[in-house]
């Protein structure tokens, strides 16, 4: 998955001489916490509500007022993404980088921003039921031809496989948690029992018919 | 032995029989004539209605019409390149010669069941069939054609009726759920085995409605395992709360028996003796909350004799028979014959039925806490 697949275009910008107050209004308004900042059309900067607050407060050593310019306040050196880059990339650099959105850069030009929301939605279409289906969970062995092995079984019996996640099990094997079109997943679990596949979902299958 | 009919309607046609998806698939005609054939034996005198075929365009009050027109032509052995997309052709939804008029006239069925409600002709209604809860606007799933449970939930909120729709099969009632999502004249109530575990996957806590059906669409997803005793604590908890708000003119009850321990297909582990309760409790509820006015449906029910007995069972509650200790002789030497299984001489299940389950009071407190968050969530939008 890309992030283009999950980016959020035309996003609301701000410029270097917005006011603060301005700034803050117009987060509250239109529900959103991060404004990338442009210049003549470049990305210069990127404020959060986080930084409004923290600047304005009455705990700060000197508080900016709302009258100051974003300019004084936000943040520079901006870490963002291309179009292309896969969705795990950008949740690498907001997790190692602690920030919760991404500028899209493409030719120089700010496309779009990706939000730690946006991730979660993402998460969402990959683990998420989309077609009434049942769970299938099975620990393949990390070697070639066994997830093709599982799904010519599984086409071999007419089951349309909807979705596929898999992720590293404990033993050295891969967990493979499938999203299939039938109602009857232990008849399926059986024969795949049978066929010497190590079933986890659904539990208690005798391999025994 | 007392007339069936003062109590309770019973609606069946013989083409419901008709409705045959293949000698290996679950969903098997041979429940309806093994209730039938065991009742009667048990001397009941089955007075039956017989309802009309629903024509294929009065169906598009729910479904998509291109939706009924490739469903009709599989019907009739007519190949399309797009079965797929519509479900058909699936291990679950094979196209078979007679399906969708089979289907038609168990909608029909169901949507005479809901006549009889609304003219008052019966205020107990019980349908020898359908209970196609996962059929979807234009989609066939869980061995569902068309949705004969939405037609009839249709026909009486157009005579301005709310209704409850209550789904105690061990699947989620999502083609209702999501047919109904909005309509503020409907609540649906399904408890079921959780998606996380079982088809179709949906059913959480949190699809509760939206628009002006927001909060009237209740979810309870029940732990794998779960038991009678915790599954009647939590029914007839959200019962009361649901019903006391919604206060619907009619109850339909999907009766599906598949929550029983023997089935196949999921794995909660209710007995016979608690579906006798639980059938109870609706009676109750429907006294109680909804005007007397009752129809349940069968359903999903894959283990054959258990189903057969549970929804006899069903019969006699709604009836107000006696339950007899043994099963009749030449209904029991027959079926055993005729599936090759032994069938136990006793009516109800043994007691105990099974071995105890490990997980027992986790299993209890995690549906405690499931309705308890489902309530949490919605009731504060029942004003």
Redesign the interface.
Known sequence: MLVQEIIHKEPVTISPDTKLFAAYELMLKKNIRHLPVLENGKLVGIITDRDLRSATSKLAEVPFQPEDEVGKIMVKNVITVHPKDPIDVAAKLMRENKIGCLPVMENDALVGIVTISDMLDALLKLTGVHRPSGRLEINLSDKPGELAKLAQHLAERKVNIHSILTYPAVNGKIRIVLRISTIDIRGIAQGLCNAGFEVIWPTQMSCAD | MADSNVMCGLVVHPKYLDYDLGDRH?FSPLRIQMVTELLTELGHKLKFETPEVVPPEKLEIIHDPEYIEVVEKAGKGIEAENF?QY?L????N?VKTGMAESARYIAGGTLHGAKLLLEGKFNKVLQFGGGFH?A?KN?A???CLYNDLALAIKEMTLHGWHVAYLDIDV?HG?GVQELFYDDDKVMTISLHES????????GWIYESGKGMGRSLKLNLPLE?FTEGDSYIFVLEKLLDEALSYFKPDALIVQAGADPHFSD??A?LMLTTNDFEKIYKIILQKTDAYAKGKVMFTFGGGYSLVATARIWSLLYLVLTGSGIPDKLPVAWKQKWEERLGIKISDSFHDPNPSYNPIPRKEEITNHNKDMLRRLLDMVTPDWL
């Open positions: 679950p797929e479900g052709g699936t291990a679950d094979p996962h979807r989609l799933a869980g061995f699947h999502d998606g996380e575990f079982l088809f179709p996957g949906t794998p196949p297909l794995d």
